[in-house]
Structure formats: structure tokens, C-alpha cells
T-cell receptor
């Protein structure tokens, strides 16, 4: 049972480069989301999706794009990386019910120089 | 808007001592409340959750938490801490029953409390 799988685990980018963080889940969860974790700030919601073809912005969406073409996958795209996007990124998923807890991936540590 | 405050950034306890991590939330109705634990380099693991009913909820690894509506609190407790409990702990609040389907899963997290355990 893989759960939520994130790739890569580590990434270093130069300012202005683009990249995609991958997230896949095998639990048939409708809801998927991306958070970033910064020291002393907890986790902040970037984007989320309640099903294939449906996405919406969270608390800190600027500089990031998402799409949801399948139930399983929810990639996060950085169009033009900035040093302020240096962070640890977590993908999470759950059933689309209020009492369904989030299941988290192990994170991607991104450094932008 | 919902919010969560964890007043203690860092707590140090001795192994075998009792533990209480504080969490205060802001939400207009009865929320869904969660505690997660994060070991270094890992994702977040659910410890326990509160949705309704009994205000004292039991979780994994011997943790429990009590929902106190009058104090808007959801403090995490453990009677005897083990060295393996050293980690960062996050309290989170989510939209409660009746909030609407697109609200579910949009958790708001506190800043986290780092727990150090001395032998």
C-alpha cells in the first residue's frame, strides 16, 4: 500500500527555472492538496482539488500552478522559481468527507538559489 | 476565517514525565480538530482527531486530547513520554459538519511545537 508518493525528494533550482513536483495517491481519494512548510509557520495550503478537473487556490497560490487530469495524480508546477519558494512541499489526500483525515506524502525539499 | 495557535514553539521534558501541548483554535462553529506528528525528514502522521461526541479522544502511541469548546482549545496530552516521542507536533482545524463539500480537507495548521525528550 503506497499511499501518497511524492517525487523528487530533493531538488535544487536556479532562479527563473521551472519544474514540476509530482504527487500520486493510490487510495482513490477525491481530495488532494499541496502545502508548503516553512520554519515557524506551520503548513500553508497552496492549491487543492476536490476531484478530477476541479482545482482551486489555497492561502499562498502565487507562483504555482496545478492541474488534476486523473484522480490519482496532482502535480504542482513552479513556472519561474524564486528564492522565496525555497521550502518543503507536502502533498496530501483524503476522501471528500469532513471526517476523513489527510494522508501526507514524505515531502519534497526544494532549494532555489 | 479559521486559525490555530500553538503557543509553545519548543518544549523539553524528561523521559517518563507527563506532557501537555497546547492548541487554541478560532472557528465559527464546531470544527473538526486534528493532531499530527512529524519526525525529522518525514511527512505528517495523524495522532488523533475530534469530530463530535465525547470531548476526550484517544489516539495512537498513548496520546489523548480534550476538546474544550468554552476555551476554544484542543490540548494534547500523554501521561509518560518516551524518547521516541521527540518530534514536531502540529494542531490543525478543519471545517466542521455542514460547512460544504469544498471546505473539507482544507486544514489550517498551527505553527508547530518541537518536543525534545531528555533521558
Amino acid at each position: 500500500n503506497a499511499g501518497v508518493t511524492q517525487t523528487p525528494k530533493f531538488q535544487v533550482l536556479k532562479t527563473g527555472q521551472s519544474m514540476t513536483l509530482q504527487c500520486a495517491q493510490d487510495m482513490n481519494h477525491e481530495y488532494m492538496s499541496w502545502y508548503r512548510q516553512d520554519p515557524g509557520m506551520g503548513l500553508r495550503l497552496i492549491h487543492y482539488s476536490v476531484g478530477a478537473g476541479i482545482t482551486d487556490q489555497g492561502e499562498v497560490p502565487n507562483g504555482y500552478n496545478v492541474s488534476r487530469s486523473t484522480t490519482e495524480d496532482f502535480p504542482l508546477r513552479l513556472l519561474s522559481a524564486a528564492p522565496s519558494q525555497t521550502s518543503v512541499y507536502f502533498c496530501a489526500s483524503s476522501y471528500r468527507q469532513g471526517n476523513s483525515p489527510l494522508h501526507f506524502g514524505n515531502g519534497t525539499r526544494l532549494t532555489v538559489t | 476565517a479559521q486559525s490555530v495557535t500553538q503557543p509553545d514553539i519548543h518544549i523539553t521534558v524528561s523521559e517518563g514525565a507527563s506532557l501537555e501541548l497546547r492548541c487554541n483554535y478560532s472557528y465559527g462553529a464546531t470544527p473538526y480538530l486534528f493532531w499530527y506528528v512529524q519526525s525529522p525528514g518525514q511527512g505528517l502522521q495523524l495522532l488523533l482527531k475530534y469530530f463530535s461526541g465525547d470531548t476526550l479522544v484517544q489516539g495512537i502511541k498513548g496520546f489523548e486530547a480534550e476538546f474544550k469548546r468554552s476555551q476554544s482549545s484542543f490540548n494534547l496530552r500523554k501521561p509518560s513520554v518516551h524518547w521516541s516521542d521527540a518530534a514536531e507536533y502540529f494542531c490543525a482545524v478543519g471545517a466542521g459538519e455542514g460547512a460544504g463539500g469544498t471546505s473539507y480537507g482544507k486544514l489550517t495548521f498551527g505553527q508547530g511545537t518541537i518536543l525534545t525528550v531528555h533521558p
